[in-house]
């Protein structure tokens, strides 16, 4: 069986930059087995699968080349842009139906698409020397001023704070603890990230998911997602600043990303965090399964 897999850069801040990621539509007729496979070959830290679904407009898988995930941010935003692309939906707004939920998509009319994640999950604060040792760093490059704690928008999420870019950039993890740390927490990764930025960013962040087979994420929309509600709650945002909040990440890969985050506050509660970017380089392979 021949399988078209679309490929396309998603979160991306130039034509280097962003995250890749494979989709295949019209998915119905694979087994789980055979997505698998699929995202094995294609080989990219996520592939989605578009099928019909009864209970919203369409339903979407996501495969890393290790298993099966929840949600995935940055194939989300390839798989509706792709859509969109070849004229299957046009501007306005979408359900998707993931393990995570059913979920809201718009498609905005400059090409920018934004998914809806779930609402905050804090869990527990983890101890920084066992996340520094995981990092091959002193204790003192984490950011004392913030906790290491878990945070799901839709996957649990390692936050770890750090002191400044130079840092952040410097860090040559020990990826076989991090694997052994997040099967410790039922986390799927860490998410690094400091105030101190490159450009004019709320955070520049770095993402490490070993335990799913990826050793570094260029963009993690997903953890983005978490990272904003967690420093709404630890006042780091303000209300100006929640409709607007962009994050910089994947420049220790040489892959300039820039994903967008809108959080929605009612009183002192986020009630909905939407996790947004753009598209570029649109191609296609044939994988044999």
Known sequence: MIIKVHILNAFTKNTQGGNPAGVVLEADNLSNNQMQRIAKKVGFSETAFVLKSDKADF??????????????????????????????IQVGKYTQETKAGVLNIKVRPDGTIFMNQNTPQFFQVIGKEEVADSLNVPIEVIDSDFPIQIVSTSSKNIIIPIKSVKDLLLIKPDFKKITKICK???????????????????AHCRSFVPRYGILEDPAHGTANGALSCYLWKYHKVDEQQIQNLI???????????????????????????????????????????
Do not use: R, W
């Open 59 to 88: 339903k979407v898988q996501f495969f890393t080349p290790n298993g099966e995930v929840d949600l995935c941010g940055h194939a989300t935003i390839a798989t509706f842009f792709l859509m969109a692309k070849l004229e299957l």
């Open 184 to 202: 410790k927490h039922d986390a799927g990764g860490y998410h690094l990230f400091t105030l101190e930025t490159k450009f004019n960013s709320t």
């Open 247 to 289: 994050y910089e990440q994947g420049y220790s890969m040489a892959k300039p990303s820039e994903i967008l985050v809108n959080l929605k506050i009612e009183g002192e509660k986020i009630v909905e965090v939407k996790v947004g970017g753009t598209v570029s380089t649109i191609q296609q392979k044939e994988i044999k399964i």
